[in-house]
């Protein structure tokens, strides 16, 4: 008798639990995310870091090459991003553009048009110098 009342409460809990997009067990990374910042973040792809861009810079009779280093959160996969017509677009703006904080606008209004208007979030860049 025993038995047969905690199986049909077994089954009628079971029949009860949470079941849906909100269940402890279908919570996915995205709403985790979602849940900590607040935001609804829309993009999958975690940022996707580049080859690195070398320039070689000289100012007063000193040469120093400068390495910079770009990463992009988008919808687009690393193989997508370093294609040479994209990396000509940024690379072009790494040498026309010599106010470095204007670097990341720059290069994130670019690869809207190259790449489309939602396929990048935002830009990010590091650098480093490399004395001679």
Not at 1 to 22: I, N, Q, R, V, Y
Request: charge should be neutral; include cysteine; aromatic fraction near 8%.
């Amino acid at each position: 008798m025993k038995k047969a009342f905690f199986l049909l409460a077994a089954l009628l809990l079971a029949g009860t639990a949470e079941s849906g997009p909100d269940s402890p067990q279908t919570i996915s990374a995205k709403m985790l995310a979602q849940e900590k910042t607040g935001e609804n973040p829309s993009f999958p792809c975690p940022p996707v870091t580049l080859a690195p861009f070398y320039l070689i810079q000289e100012k007063a009779a000193k040469v120093w090459i400068e390495r910079v280093i770009v990463s992009i959160e988008g919808e687009k996969t690393a193989k997508e991003l370093n294609q040479p017509r994209v990396r000509n677009v940024l690379f072009e703006i790494l040498l026309s553009e010599p106010e470095k904080s204007a670097w990341p606008a720059k290069m994130q209004a670019a690869m809207e048009q190259v790449l489309g208007k939602t396929a990048v979030h935002s830009v990010h860049l590091s650098q480093c110098f490399l004395l001679f």
